[in-house]
């Protein structure tokens, strides 16, 4: 197809929840990296000009997604034409890669590249506060995905800035194939009592920001099965992380040769995936 733009998936390595809302939202701190480069991890969103607008989806983790109004990459589209005040007809056509209810943040990347790919197309000259206006109204991590590169999220993650990089350690991630949903995780945190608020900024300094996921505990208070993967990371050397409202953990090692020697030892578990980042 004529256009191409790549939709990685991210890593929180640090998520705070700090209260929650009035309008039910949660306020959060977070520290998140854009896995741009894990190949195997990235969506692709393929775009060409026809008549009418319509999205095809394929790809190992592209079963049982809908291609309907539904699909955050059609209502990204839809945002962009009231944005431009005219139809863009187009086929859409994306390649799934990045596991959904995982916690990597796979859909709201596909609307985030839906928003760059449409305006390379159409030649929309949106600059980037117009793009981030329209992310923030499709979903909360849908604009970190704008800014790319290690992003400081607040606010209900939509407000975000960019940081200098964080060098990521050696870092496995984990499929469990269980499919989490993020809202019941979110109202779980008021069956497993909320952490005690601790903004980043009182967090002793140092170059990295702490591994730390505020939603672990309602996560494995919804999903008990989570914590047999979380402890198959920490039997193989590894400091496990879970990812966003999961699915998925991470897990950080001392090396490269112990993450590698741990790749090697849970792959052989039938029903997980295992990826290198
Ligand atoms: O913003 P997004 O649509 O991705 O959020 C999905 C759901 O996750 C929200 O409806 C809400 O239940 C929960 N959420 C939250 N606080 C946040 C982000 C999401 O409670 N900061």
Not at 60 to 64: I, K, N
């Given at each position: 197809m004529e256009f191409t733009v790549q939709a990685p998936a991210k890593l929180n390595r640090f998520l705070a929840v700090l209260g929650r809302r009035a309008d039910g939202f949660h306020e959060l701190e977070l520290v998140t990296t854009?896995?741009?480069?894990?190949l195997d991890l990235t969506d692709t969103l393929e775009g060409e000009p026809a008549s009418a607008l319509s999205l095809a989806i394929s790809g190992?983790?592209?079963?049982?997604l809908v291609a309907d109004a539904s699909n955050l990459v059609i209502k990204a589209w839809r945002l962009l034409e009231e944005a431009a005040k005219r139809p863009l007809p187009a086929h859409l056509h994306l390649e799934k890669r990045i596991p959904h209810?995982?916690?990597?943040?796979g859909g709201s990347s596909d609307a985030a590249a839906a928003l760059r790919l449409g305006n390379r197309m159409f030649d929309l000259g949106l600059g980037e506060d117009k793009l981030l206006g329209l992310a923030a109204r499709l979903g909360s991590d849908v604009p970190l995905f704008l800014l790319g590169g290690t992003v400081l999220g607040l606010g209900r993650g939509e407000r975000v800035f960019p940081l200098r990089p964080v060098p990521l350690e050696p870092i496995l991630l984990v499929h469990p194939g269980l499919h989490l949903s993020t809202p019941s995780v979110y109202r779980a945190l008021q069956d497993v009592g909320y952490p005690f608020p601790e903004a980043l900024a009182s967090q002793p300094g140092g170059a990295a920001p702490p591994w730390?996921?505020?939603?672990t505990g309602a996560a494995l208070w919804v999903c008990?099965?989570?914590a047999e993967v979380r402890d198959a990371l920490r039997d193989s050397g590894g400091e496990p992380l879970l990812c966003g409202s999961g699915s998925c953990w991470a897990a950080r090692y001392a090396s490269v040769q112990a993450r590698d020697m741990a790749a090697e030892q849970l792959s052989g578990h039938s029903g997980w995936g295992v990826w290198h980042v």
């Open positions: 854009v896995l741009e480069g894990v190992p983790t592209g079963a049982g209810g995982a916690g990597l943040g730390r996921n505020d939603l008990p099965p989570l």
